[in-house]
């Protein structure tokens, strides 16, 4: 077909329908054709709108079978007939044909008769059918009689285009290929002088590549990571998920009758249940801390204890509880841990502490929840420390991540106080949401583990989940984690975010 079009473009110019006929050629194809010579500058086109029309199903059945009025015409006897035996042989057609019979006087009623029905002529001659079987041939009846067809449903617009075709910039009688590259045997043979080459697609995406992606959280991880170790803390070891409760609760003051310890909020070990290791001699003075408040030494670094003054919760502390093992729900227990063999140094060292790692609660799941999360700790451990120390070193921390807008909210720790909610603007929740909660250590913490009197400690943790949120304007924390995240996103999630 392209030789064709270019020897009949050699020769002049070219209607496409026309052509398409004398050649026996589908129209729509030879358009296809006509548009790639285009395209590389063989041809020139000009395109001619035309109204058409064809037929619809009905009109395809007229054209076959005749028009409904000249069915039913045809199936009146001579002497008559009754109009229900025309209803019954016509069927669905007796409604249209019979009153286009009335209208076009081929049949009448006669009321003295009883209505029955007789011909008014002999013969009759079915123009819509032959109306329709010109318009199937491309030849169109005058408006008047299109829109009557149209207004019958016979028949529907079927407008279209054809073409006028003149040489163009680049014609030649022969197609020669466009190459897309350059190739060795080309500059070996020299042909490359010659060869037509496709010119460049600026526009054009290029490949995807195809290597794995970051996901949101393991980012901002990374650049939380980053701002801790810029602040100069160190990382604890957090690579363990069971913890006992000892560590999760007891050495953090949570009383053993606490809810949280409850099956409906923390998940418990099955298999092995319980630990067998727990510091003796530190775990009497959790011990007596929890029941009398007072605990009575300190350790190496504390020689001259002096009571905590505190009432303790009163309540006898029983090991068995301390001793069942669970998913740790928070990483203050890692927290603790550090902490107390920081106490066990000869000399008191200041320390700053952060990790990241995964925590573990047995929450309802909405849009804000999940029973897994990640969860961002920070604590410094200094002499004399207070609670614009905390309240400054947080501002100074999310700031550096580009969250400006906090706000702190007094609240309820056992392990801590002061203790106080950290809250940040969310614009696509529209509201202030909870970033993280913090506090001051209380001495029945830190007294036990061995550390003086004027050692305090500020600690916060925050879940990374919610930052991440916020940052990348996520609704939903099902779609940032677990098995509902869609793959997609974290393929086309920026590769880094521009912050104003
Ligand atoms: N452990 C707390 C939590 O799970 C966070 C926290 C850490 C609070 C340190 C105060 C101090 O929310």
Redesign the pocket.
Known sequence: MEGAVLAAVGQGDVESLSFANAQGFDHQALIGVLKSLLADGYVQMEAVDHEGWKLTEEGEACVSKGSPEAQVFALVKQEGSDKDEIEKLAGALAKVGLSQCMQSKWLRVDKAQGGKIFKETDKIEDLVQKQLSDVKNGVFPPKADLDKLKKRKLITAANYKTYNIKKGPDYAPVRTKAAADITAEMIADGSWKTQKFKPYNFDALGQDACAGRLHPLLKVRAQFREIFLEMGFEEMPTNRFVETSFWNFDALFQPQAHPARDMQDTFFIKDPSTTLRIPQEYMEKVKSTHEKGDCVTGGPQDPLATPIGSLGYRNTWNIVEAEKNLLRT?T?AISAQMLYKLAQMDKFEPKKFFSIDRVFRNETLDATHLAEFH?I?GLVVDRNLALGDLMGMIQAFFEKLGLKDIRFKPTY?PY?EP?MEIFHWHEGLNKYVEVG???MFRPEMLRPMGFPEDVTCI???LSLERPTMILYKIDNIRDLFGHKVDLHMIKTNPICRLVK
């Open positions: 928070h203050t969860q700790e720790n801590t203790s909660n913090s506090g600690a916060w943790g």
